[in-house]
């Protein structure tokens, strides 16, 4: 197979970007809590994705395939704890409206907990992986160690980790596949579970 082409992305890839993530996540496991009128979800999914490419395009930290069949958006180090004016200036207010009081609130639950699993296993600088998203019809075609691969460079080179977390089980094996440790499973609200990864960087 020949080396994938990876871009990093600005902001006049949003509608390719935000539409390959939305495909890809419109069956993750977190979204059904949060809306669970399926009419109405799909909606919810690329408002999310939205907020979260707008959140590492911050940083310049979203990439992708040159096809933008695989989107990767990250938070670098230095810049893996946003704070609160960054979140709403990146659409999050914009994000609870669409979810309204209930759901948003269950979503900052959600977020609470990804962020104790995250600070005990990187307390310190890392990459943070908040979405990796793969149209379907271009699935197992090796495009999510494309984006890994320089990814995993630049962490060897200034000797950072990355994490990453997911919700969806049959994810567990690839990440392990792709080089990432299993660190921990926690239990969020309502009994969803969560796994958490992290590579450390490798020696020179």
């Known amino acids: ?14 509608a390719a970007a935000v539409a390959t993530l939305t495909a890809a996540f419109a069956d993750y496991p977190l979204f059904p809590p949060l809306c ?7 909606r919810i999914v690329e408002e999310f994705c939205r907020y979260q490419f707008w959140m590492s395009m911050r940083c310049e930290g979203v990439f992708a395939t040159a096809d933008r069949a695989a989107v990767m958006c ?13 979140n709403i200036r990146c659409g999050g207010l914009s994000l ?3 979810l309204g009081w209930r759901a948003g609130r269950l979503l900052t639950q959600y977020e609470h907990g990804f962020d104790i ?3 005990k296993h990187v307390p310190g600088p890392h990459w943070y992986v908040q979405l990796l998203g793969v149209r379907p019809d271009m699935q197992g075609k090796g495009l999510s160690r494309a984006l890994f691969t320089p990814m995993f460079a630049a962490a060897d080179r ?3 980790p990355v994490y990453l977390e997911t919700m969806k089980e049959i994810n567990v094996t690839i990440y392990q596949k792709l080089g990432l440790e299993l660190v921990g ?8 579970p969560n796994w958490e990864f992290v590579r450390q960087p490798k020696a020179s």
């Open 158 to 160: 200034h000797k950072v």
């Open 185 to 192: 499973k926690s239990e969020l609200v309502g009994g969803l």
């Open 74 to 86: 990250t938070w670098m180090p230095g810049q893996e704890w946003p704070g609160r004016w960054t």
């Open 36 to 42: 669970p009128d399926p009419a109405k979800r799909l």
């Open 1 to 14: 197979m020949a080396q994938q082409q990876i871009d990093q992305l600005t902001p006049r890839d949003e």
């Open 117 to 119: 699993s995250r600070i």
């Open 96 to 98: 609870m409206w669409q």
